[in-house]
């Protein structure tokens, strides 16, 4: 059963500030957390002096790999927590606090949206209001590339819950791709393709139809 948004904002928020040193070597679900940031990356087309926002932007790690193209970065977080640690790792993001269902930005803000290992933290109920949220801030034609461990069916899940035991959190409950697809194509996103970066990552791009 998904946790309560207050009950992920403590957990957070208690997490925060060993956060970078936990995701040196991950476990479970979060194991190959750095080769999917570096292929995601790869999978992205960023213009010159892009306007990007990190949606769960926790410490900085996967807007650190795109702050060398010249962007100007913003990133939300519902952590007070992270954001703190973020300011200090990243003086230069523009940070506050949000959420996937509500970013407190203006339409058309965004040349790029990225998000890592954050969207499983959305309620199933509020997915395709999330995709609608992000395309609402998204530029005609901007990119969106969204990361997280997410599973090709609810058998390949049943599978991992089994094969990771004691690693798998029940309190999560992460998306299937095909599912987390038809949201995209529902809420107007087009060019959405998908890779798998890890035994249990897969990334996503998409682009903002121009209508």
């Known amino acids: 059963m998904p946790r ?3 009950d992920t904002r403590a957990l957070f928020d208690g997490w925060a500030a060993s956060y970078e040193q936990g995701l040196q070597n991950p ?4 194991e190959g957390h750095a080769v999917s940031l570096a292929t995601a990356v790869r999978m992205l087309d960023i213009p010159p002096n892009a306007a990007v926002l990190d949606i769960g932007v926790g410490t900085g790690a996967f807007a650190a ?3 060398t193209q010249k962007t100007r970065i913003c990133g939300i977080d519902l952590s007070e927590g992270m954001l703190d640690q973020c300011r200090s790792l990243h003086p230069n993001y523009e940070l506050t606090v949000g959420t996937f269902t509500s970013v407190p930005f203006p339409d058309q ?3 790029v949206v990225v998000s890592s290992f954050c969207f499983h933290e959305v309620e199933p109920a509020e997915r395709l209001k999330a995709c609608r949220e992000v395309y609402r801030v998204l530029k005609p034609g901007g990119n969106l590339c969204l990361l997280d461990i997410m599973f090709a069916s609810q ?4 599978r991992a819950r089994q094969t990771l035991a004691d690693h798998w959190d029940p309190d999560e409950e992460y998306a299937l791709v095909g599912s987390l697809d038809d949201m995209l194509y529902t809420a107007l996103f087009r060019s959405v393709h998908w890779m798998q970066t890890a035994p249990l990552h897969f990334a996503c791009t998409a682009i903002r139809s121009k209508i």
């Open 4 to 6: 309560e948004m207050e």
């Open 27 to 30: 476990q479970g679900p979060l």
């Open 65 to 67: 790999l795109l702050d």
């Open 109 to 111: 803000r965004f040349d």
């Open 155 to 158: 058998t390949a899940m049943d």
